[in-house]
């Protein structure tokens, strides 16, 4: 089970900083977003074993993904933000092993999401 929290609502060159709270390890964890009729997005992903990180390139150098194993959390730090971040933000577990997926299929935990808005 994942519980993200977060969101909210932040002017234009702001930050935020997502928490997902995840009972149970899973070998990954990510960060999609979603706006009505738009697929879901992937934004950050992060290996528990090792920290391994990936980035989809529209958030690279703003956004950083972490872990804490002793809270068994994932972070999103979220810095430089612009109205095109504006989505609900879910969280997601895989149990996958030597590859950082970035298709939401792949996942099979979701959290329930938390929503990000952002004023220009």
């Known amino acids: 089970q994942l519980q993200a929290s977060g969101g909210g609502l932040v002017q234009a060159g702001g930050s935020l900083r997502l928490s997902c709270a995840a009972s149970?390890?899973?070998?990954?964890m990510a960060w999609f977003r979603q706006v009505p009729g738009k697929e879901r997005e992937f934004v950050a992903g992060?290996?528990?074993?090792?920290?391994?990180?990936s980035y989809t390139d529209s958030v690279k150098g703003r956004f950083t993904i972490s872990r804490d194993n002793a809270k068994n959390t994932v972070y999103l730090q979220m810095n430089s933000l612009q109205p095109e971040d504006t989505a609900t933000y879910l969280c997601?577990?895989?149990?996958?092993?030597?590859?950082?997926?970035?298709?939401?299929?792949?996942?099979?935990?979701w959290g329930q999401g938390t929503q990000v808005t952002v004023s220009s």
């Open positions: 997601a577990g895989a149990n996958i092993i030597g590859v950082l997926p970035t298709e939401p299929g792949a996942f099979t935990s």
């Open positions: 149970g390890r899973r070998y990954v």
């Open positions: 992060i290996k528990w074993s090792g920290g391994s990180t």
